[in-house]
T-cell receptor, first 109, second 113 residues
């Protein structure tokens, strides 16, 4: 399985930027990097994905290292609603995601 | 369209009973996925369909697990002879094509007593 490694937990102050790291040293050339987040008792919610280039959308930015062995999800201004478990996942076939244990983000008011 | 719908949301069953869960994907999404999630873990991929074809099922946890998507629309996941270890959240997701975002339902929480 395509493996990812994330810190178990992180904290951020409200309205400050948050950088959530992910290591995926065994990534192959065709693996897309996806980020999802999950609130308690809900299904995961898509955040962003990319292959090689950095990506921006209305929710976040994704910075992908040049060697693609790591990536960082950037939330530009954390809000209380951003408190969730964030999963960095690889999608080697375009058809299935391999989730790790994720990073639990706490946002401090 | 209100997203991916799963039914039931909660199911309590006695060990040894069979259970079936239903997933209604977003209309026109031809890809449908099933995942299992246990407490404190990320979702674990089980199987996926492209239209009515089940293209990956080697990760179904045992031969007690089976899934169908007979007309390429809704899907069912059946667990036969349930065991306590089957207690988990079962998640369904759909996507319009490969390498795009997947939309997850809210899951079916199974408790085997």
């Amino acid at each position: 399985d395509a493996k990812t490694t994330q810190p178990n937990s992180m904290e951020s102050n409200e309205e400050e930027p948050v950088h959530l790291p992910c290591n995926h040293s065994t990534i192959s050339g065709t693996d897309y990097i996806h980020w999802y987040r999950q609130l308690p008792s809900q299904g995961p919610e898509y955040v962003i994905h990319g292959l090689t280039s950095n990506v921006n959308n209305r929710m976040a930015s994704l910075a992908i290292a040049e060697d693609r062995k790591s990536s960082t999800l950037i939330l530009h201004r954390a809000t209380l609603r951003d408190a969730a478990v964030y999963y960095c996942t690889l999608d080697p076939t375009g058809n299935q995601f391999y989730f790790g244990t994720g990073t639990s983000l706490t946002v401090i008011p | 369209d209100t997203g991916v719908s799963q039914d039931p949301r909660h199911k309590i069953t006695k060990r040894g009973q069979n259970v079936t869960f239903r997933c209604d994907p977003i209309s026109e999404h031809n890809r449908l996925y099933w995942y299992r999630q246990t407490l404190g873990q990320g979702p674990e991929f089980l199987t996926y369909f492209q239209n009515e074809a089940q293209l990956e099922k080697s990760r179904l946890l045992s031969d007690r697990f089976s899934a169908e998507r007979p007309k390429g629309s809704f899907s069912t996941l059946e667990i036969q002879r349930t065991e306590q270890g089957d207690s988990a959240m079962y998640l369904c997701a759909s996507s319009p094509q490969m390498n795009t975002e997947a939309f997850f339902g809210q899951g079916t929480r199974l408790t085997v007593v």
